[in-house]
Structure formats: C-alpha cells, structure tokens
C-alpha cells in the first residue's frame, strides 16, 4: 500500500529537548516537504526537497532542520524546541512534477511545554 | 510572494444543500490549483485539481474551474452530505516547478442532517 508514514504520531516534551520526527515514504518520489498546521493559518511550508541532498527552505523554517540522506526518508529535526513549535506537523511527498498531488501523512502532534 | 485566500468558515449547512467555498490565488505565471479535504484525524487528501486556464477539477460530485482572469478557483457542490463534513484546502504550486506549496487557511464545513 502507497503510504507516508510520519512518527511518533503524538509527543509531549519540554523546551530544549532536541527532538526529531521521522518521516518515510514508499512510492519512490524524489518530492517530500513538512508542513505546520495551525488554526486560522492553514498549512504553512517548513521545508521541502526535490531530490537525495537537496533541501530547500519554505515559508517557516526557522528553529527546523531537515536532512535528505536517502531517497524514502526526510526526518524533521527540532534542535531546541520551544512552545511556539507546538503544532500539528504533516510530511508529504509526490513526484518532483509538482502539477502532480501531495501524498500526505497522517500528522505529529507536537507539544513543546 | 504568492497567497491563497480562502473563505473563513465554518460553514454550517443542511443535507442536500449546495455549497460554494471560495478561493482565490496571487501568483506569478500558470501554477497548478489544487482543493484538498482533511477527515477528523487525519491527513489531507486530494480532492480535485486544475492545472491551466479554464480546467475544470472535478471528483465526488465536487466541481472547480481555474479562472485566470478572476485568480479564482471556487469549490462548489450541488447536493451535499453530511460525509462531507470535513476541512477543505485550496492550494497551488507554484509556476516552473520551485517546489513551494502554497496553501489556504482551510474552510470547516458542517453539514447536518
């Protein structure tokens, strides 16, 4: 089955704590981008990556990192997390087409205390 | 930059009652339009999209028509259920493949029975 899978699904943690979400997907895309989720703003785009080693920065993505080592997988990094990183967090990826729809996971709900 | 702009919700209607959720889009060149739909719980899905001038998107009864001339790209529905009771995006990528994705703020639909 045709999926992206993003864990853990929910974590509660304390400022500072570094932390990091997996994300993994099957379909051989060479597309993958995290999104935050938040109420009133929609989705905004933390970062996202055309290929294996390239990574490029969306509309929010200071306090994030981003690695793309292989093709499947695209882990979001939380260096030093703080409060205002509280969100719920979706992974997507699709062919590097982009006239092509997103695959998307089925969401980290964070909470940064 | 390029933005979306959705209709602010919710929007509360009866069964078999016809919905319009606008949207319309600031962007340079020819994106891609996309409409997706979040289920309580879960990751967004596609639910129709449009990729040049006068396209008409359509799946499960959900119709939208890229118009270049008025940056819009309405959703509508003629009957709807109370399954569709759901988060409704409106989203575009932007032209020449940069791989930003742009999305709305999200429109809730109620519909009671």
């Known amino acids: 089955e045709a999926q992206v899978t993003q864990n853990p699904r929910y974590l509660i943690t304390v400022t500072g704590k570094k932390l990091t979400v997996t994300c993994s997907q099957n379909?051989?895309?060479?597309?993958m981008s995290w999104y935050r989720q938040d109420p009133g703003l929609g989705l905004r785009q933390i970062y996202y990556?055309?290929?294996?080693?390239?990574?490029d920065k969306g509309d929010v993505p200071e306090g994030y990192k981003v690695s793309r080592k292989e093709k499947r997988n695209f882990p979001l990094i939380l260096e030093s997390p703080s409060p205002n990183q509280t969100s719920l967090y979706f992974c997507?990826?699709?062919?590097?087409?982009?006239?092509?729809?997103?695959?998307f996971g089925d969401g980290t709900r964070l909470s940064i205390l | 930059g390029d933005s979306v702009t959705q209709m602010e919700g919710p929007v509360t209607l009866s069964e078999e009652a016809f919905l319009t959720i606008n949207c319309t889009y600031t962007?340079?060149?020819?994106?891609?339009l996309f409409w997706y739909v979040q289920y309580p719980g879960e990751g967004l899905q596609l639910l129709l999209k449009?990729?040049?001038?006068?396209d008409k998107g359509s799946n499960k009864g959900f119709e939208a028509t890229y118009r270049k001339e008025t940056t819009s790209f309405h959703l509508e529905k003629g009957s709807v259920q109370v399954s569709d009771s759901a988060v409704y995006f409106c989203?575009?990528?932007?032209?020449?493949?940069?791989?930003?994705?742009?999305f709305g703020q999200g429109t809730t639909l109620q519909v009671k029975p």
């Open positions: 379909m051989n895309h060479e597309y």
């Open positions: 449009a990729t040049k001038a006068d």
């Open positions: 990556s055309m290929n294996v080693e390239v990574t």
């Open positions: 989203a575009l990528s932007e032209s020449g493949n940069t791989g930003k994705l742009i």
């Open positions: 962007a340079t060149g020819y994106p891609s």
């Open positions: 997507a990826s699709s062919p590097n087409d982009l006239s092509q729809p997103q695959h």
